[in-house]
């Protein structure tokens, strides 16, 4: 079966300092991988997709960026948080062929001091 | 892209049947109709997708009319543990087009 996996869990950083969180996905090839945020209460805003190795679609603009340096392996960077940053940051996958159902993470709890 | 309207809360008590309705009325011609669950601090869970006409799993059924303009999430005897946001999803499931998550229906169970 598959399975998809975010870390950490939890995070405290200071502004201005750089970010790098993972996403792994097992039991599926050439997924889809997503990168969402969502603030306090407040539905999910995607940030980036990608349909293949080094293919990554931004949504909406920011200090972030996404890589997929695997098939199964996204990464989302950031080289100076700010306070704005902060968040619920969210992975999922979906089907190759499809964006739905799509499957996701446990999250990190992104706080910037 | 199919924007959705949702009721922002509700409110129902354990052993209830609680209905959940999405409006969407710009749906296209290809677009799939999807629900999923999201409890604090977790991702959202798949629940259900459909086309039209109803649909039925072993936690959930969705009735879509005719129009698809609307759709509508039947959660049979909720529990205390159906307390969560529930989102409603529509889009071309053959494509990696954008999906936009509302703020979704923020569902409150009382014993």
């Known amino acids: 079966s598959q399975t998809i996996h975010q870390w950490p869990a939890t995070l405290v950083q200071p502004v201005g300092s750089p970010l790098s969180l993972e996403c792994t996905v097992e039991g599926t090839s050439n997924p889809n991988l997503y990168w969402y945020r969502q603030a306090a209460g407040r539905g999910l805003q995607l940030l980036f997709y990608s349909v293949g190795i080094g293919q990554i679609s931004s949504e909406v603009p920011q200090n972030l960026s996404a890589s997929r340096p695997q098939d199964r392996q996204f990464i989302l960077s950031s080289k100076k948080l700010l306070l704005s940053d902060s968040g619920f940051y969210l992975c999922?996958?979906?089907?190759?062929?499809?964006?739905?159902?799509?499957?996701f993470g446990d999250g990190t709890r992104l706080s910037i001091l | 892209l199919a924007k959705t309207t949702q009721p922002i809360s509700m409110d129902s008590y354990e052993g209830q049947e609680v209905n959940i309705t999405c409006s969407h009325n710009n749906i296209a011609t290809n677009d799939y109709i999807t629900w999923y669950q999201q409890f604090p601090s977790q991702g959202p869970r798949f629940i259900i997708q459909g086309y039209k006409t109803k649909v039925t799993n072993e936690v959930a059924s969705l009735f879509i009319p005719a129009d698809r303009k609307s759709s509508t999430l039947s959660l049979p005897r909720v529990s205390l543990s159906d307390t969560a946001v529930y989102y409603c999803l529509v889009g071309d499931l053959s494509s990696a087009s954008k999906i936009i998550f509302g703020s979704g229906t923020r569902l409150s169970i009382r014993p």
């Open positions: 999922a996958w979906s089907a190759s062929l499809g964006d739905q159902p799509q499957h």
